[in-house]
């Protein structure tokens, strides 16, 4: 229909089968979320506003603090990024929470709304990376639900897989331009380092009732 939008609802059909416990670990979308005019132009947000990210917990520093002059493989992150307002960017956040309501079909949790979302770009000049880690912790334990939106196609980049660790096995959904990844936010994840190219991403964390 010409009045539909650009994206459909999960179904069970879009379930990755990667191990016995899909969709406990992530879930993927059929259609894409965005279409090519959005994404470029999210794309260009972040060529033109990103700033340095970088996360060492060794030294205790982030968004651009640590030891710049260190070794790449040295940090948890290496990246640039961008966070959307919610009100100039409302579009974004309205056309993803229908697909997160439908997600969470399987996972059940409790949901209530989006922390502010982020456009990251990994560069290959940088090794560009994030290293294992978890979106919960202590100053985030109200994060459910975790969601990485490609904004690249492959062919654009070499390495930056993201890559769970589901119970001590690898699995590394893929990274298909414009259709989201979602999976909770407690799971253990990277980004691999990009060792051509640049890979872009959106990424957005929605919030519930605090674990417990």
Not at 71 to 85: F, M
Not at 129 to 141: E, K, L, Q, R
Request: glycine share 8%.
């Amino acid at each position: 229909m010409a009045n539909s939008p650009p994206y459909r609802f999960i179904t069970n059909k879009d379930i990755q089968e990667e191990s016995n416990d899909s969709p406990f670990y992530y879930a993927t979308q059929g259609n894409a979320c965005f279409n090519a005019e959005e994404m470029k132009l999210l794309r260009d947000l972040a060529d033109k506003e990103a700033q340095p990210f970088v996360v060492d917990r060794e030294r205790n520093s982030a968004n651009g603090g640590g030891d710049k002059e260190s070794n790449a493989t040295h940090n948890d992150r290496r990246s640039h990024g961008v966070w959307l307002g919610q009100d100039k960017y409302k579009w974004v956040y309205d056309r993803v929470w229908p697909i997160v309501l439908a997600v969470n079909k399987n996972y059940k949790v409790n949901i209530e709304f989006f922390e502010i979302a982020q456009i990251a770009y990994y560069d290959e000049k940088d090794s560009g990376h994030f290293d294992w880690h978890s979106d919960t912790g202590p100053t985030a334990m109200r994060r459910k639900l975790s969601i990485s939106i490609p904004l690249s196609d492959p062919s654009e980049y070499e390495g930056g897989e993201i890559q769970l660790n589901a119970g001590g096995k690898l699995l590394a959904p893929a990274q298909v331009q414009g259709k989201l990844i979602i999976f909770p936010s407690w799971v253990v994840h990277r980004v691999t380092p990009v060792t051509k190219g640049r890979r872009y991403s959106m990424v957005l964390w929605i919030h519930g009732a605090r674990w417990t």
